[in-house]
Antibody
């Protein structure tokens, strides 16, 4: 059974750096054509794709947030980490990680974490 | 960056009716790498359709996807009570990946 779980602070102050961890089970981050994406959703608004990382370490970032984001993985720990610098109240959102399945799902997001709500406030 | 525009913003229908949701891309979506997700309040999204027309595991056959290039459609043949939700399209054929703004299917 594939599961993903996000963890990190629930509250961060403006200008601080946010670090989120996605811990996966049921698949390996070293499996070919597998990867993990991060997506966020401000309260009452649409989904916004942030970044992805594949098993071969290929990475991609949102155009508008590229300068603030870093994604990395630790295969031995089955974890993917996303950092976002210079947090602002507009970054308040539920942050999700999701599995990219390049085999059974054609590259779509076949499994999602429950999400973690991050509030940015002083 | 490919911009996805979904229409309508809200669809008001009754159970048993047919729902047709549109997703239009600003550029051609590579190899039909277009997915549809369903999201209910307080829940994470769930994959319905990938590759524009392939149903994900466990998805009922009342859900179907079609289209290519820049125009894609999600059809729900007969709405069940559990289908009232928000639906998002996503393109993952070129980086950066992008989502549409969503279509809410509500009970009329």
């Amino acid at each position: 059974q594939v599961t993903l779980k996000e963890s990190g602070p629930v509250l961060v102050k403006p200008t601080e750096t946010l670090t989120l961890t996605c811990t996966v089970s049921g698949f390996s981050l070293s499996n070919a054509r597998m990867g993990v994406s991060w997506i966020r959703q401000p309260p009452g608004k649409a989904l916004e794709w942030l970044a992805h990382i594949f098993s071969n370490d290929e990475k991609s970032y949102s155009t508008s947030l590229k300068s603030r984001l870093t994604i990395s993985k630790d295969t031995s720990k089955s974890q993917v980490v996303l950092t976002m610098t210079n947090m602002d109240p507009v970054d308040t959102a539920t942050y999700y990680c999701a599995r990219i399945d390049g085999i059974g799902g054609g590259g779509a997001l076949t499994g999602w974490g429950q999400g973690t709500l991050v509030t940015v406030s002083s | 960056e490919i911009v996805l525009t979904q229409s309508p913003g809200t669809l008001s229908l009754s159970p048993g009716e047919r729902a047709t949701l549109s997703c239009r891309a600003s550029q051609s979506v590579s190899s039909s790498y277009l997915a549809w997700y369903q999201q209910k309040p307080g829940q994470a999204p769930r994959l319905l359709i990938y590759g524009a027309s392939s149903r994900a595991t466990g998805i009922p056959d009342r859900f179907s996807g079609s289209g290519s290039g820049t125009d894609f459609t999600l059809t729900i043949s007969r709405l069940e009570p559990e289908d009232f939700a928000v639906y998002y399209c996503q393109q993952y054929g070129s980086s950066p990946e992008t989502f549409g703004q969503g279509t809410k299917v509500e009970i009329k």
